[in-house]
């Protein structure tokens, strides 16, 4: 017999517009249909005792899952500060974590990260690498990454090489990158 089946979205994909939003000055998005369990939204609520603008709307427990929209606006966020606990609900996303890190003023630190060096690349590495090319510092020590944040950068006369990882997010990173700082 056909059943029906309604999967949400993905929360990591999500991520990726989100953080367009939050960095765009003017910017409003509303995301439908979004898995929302608490072990896959760990960006979203450490980017919310950043300042974020971000809330969860329209919830239903749908099959045992949680989903729902996620409504965004432009926020001006303070420095993220990850303890290593949150690592495991946001692992897919601390790329753009970074990237959120490099384009706000004042010092961001994360730490429980060394698992990062064992996915399609060594993602902590490669940020840093797209970080420091556009004038972004970073310490990154086996366990834990400081970015220095300098706010928003206008980066249109520099060249930023990204090598063919074979890693589509860091691919995904440097594209949205792109886009924020020209």
């Known amino acids: ?14 991520a990726f517009f989100t953080t367009l939003t939050l960095l765009n000055a003017g910017s409003m998005i509303k995301i439908k249909n979004v898995g929302l369990n608490p072990s896959r939204t760990g960006f979203y609520e450490i980017l919310k005792k950043q300042n974020a603008k971000i809330k969860f709307i329209n919830l ?11 409504l965004v606006k432009s926020s001006k966020l303070k420095p993220i500060k ?45 940020m840093k690498k797209i970080l420091n090319q556009i004038g972004v510092k970073c310490i990154l020590k086996k366990n834990e990454m400081k970015i220095f944040g300098k706010g928003m950068i206008n980066a249109k006369n520099k060249k930023v090489t990204v090598e063919n990882l074979q890693d589509h997010r860091i691919a995904m990173n440097a594209f949205i990158l792109a886009i924020l700082t020209n």
Request: charged content about 25%.
């Open 1 to 14: 017999k056909p059943i029906n089946i309604n999967v949400a979205g993905d929360p990591s994909t999500a």
């Open 60 to 70: 239903k427990k749908q099959n045992n899952e949680i989903k729902g929209d996620i």
């Open 82 to 126: 990850a303890p290593a606990n949150i690592y495991p609900s946001t692992t897919d996303e601390y790329l753009l974590l970074f990237l959120i890190a490099g384009l706000q003023k004042g010092l961001s630190v994360f730490k429980g990260i060394s698992d990062l060096a064992n996915k399609e690349s060594s993602r902590a590495l490669e």
